[in-house]
């Protein structure tokens, strides 16, 4: 059975561990810390908790309680390359991520505004959303520390995204890699 508590509880407590860990750091998203553990679900297939690199093998608790991302996420819808879509996963409501650890915080207000980056050399324009990101994530998740609000003013390419920076802080560790399905970001007109 679908554990609708565990995927997000761990999406949650990844996103905030590495945004915590970061802020010490000159760059807060440079570093050894991105580039550890192997997230759980990035090549189609899904790796155990015990092998991923994020979860301590050695807590005995935890390997017993937790459930193993091949059951809870059996269900999930997946897209051409058989990666997890959870923008489908959540709008069809196998999951409902809680806004905070606790459950506490309101769920934040959805915000349905479309960002275009047209500097993507001969690749089509990536086309931003900010709804599926909104839906479960607060403003705050990204702005100011990752993205500043203001128009031209964030200078990035995708050397930065694989190096974990931008848009490379969640995908590639919490949500779809960068490096595969290149099309669910450069979804704009082609140039």
């Known amino acids: 059975m679908l554990n609708k508590i565990a995927v997000p509880l761990i999406l949650i407590v990844i996103c905030s561990t590495a945004l915590a ?9 440079d570093g050894e810390f991105w580039n550890q553990g192997t997230h759980f679900q990035l090549t189609g297939e899904a790796i155990a908790i015990g092998e991923d690199g994020i979860h301590d093998p050695t807590n005995d608790s935890a390997m017993a309680s937790l459930q193993q991302p091949e059951e809870a996420m059996a269900d ?31 769920p934040p207000t959805p915000l349905d505004l479309n960002i275009t980056f047209t500097n993507t050399g001969a690749m089509p324009n990536v086309i ?31 050397t930065d995204v694989f190096s974990g920076r931008f848009c490379g802080v969640c995908h590639g560790k919490v949500s779809f890699s960068p490096t595969r399905n290149c099309m669910r970001c450069h979804s704009g007109p082609a140039k």
């Open 21 to 29: 860990a970061g802020k010490d750091k000159e760059n807060k998203f």
């Open 76 to 106: 999930f819808p997946r897209d051409d390359f058989g990666l997890l879509n959870w923008v489908k996963t959540l709008d069809s409501g196998l999951i409902t991520p809680r806004t905070d650890m606790f459950g506490i915080m309101d």
């Open 128 to 158: 931003f959303p900010h709804r599926p990101h909104t839906l479960w994530l607060d403003c705050l998740n990204c702005h100011p520390a990752i993205f500043k609000q203001k128009r031209g003013a964030n200078k990035f390419n995708m």
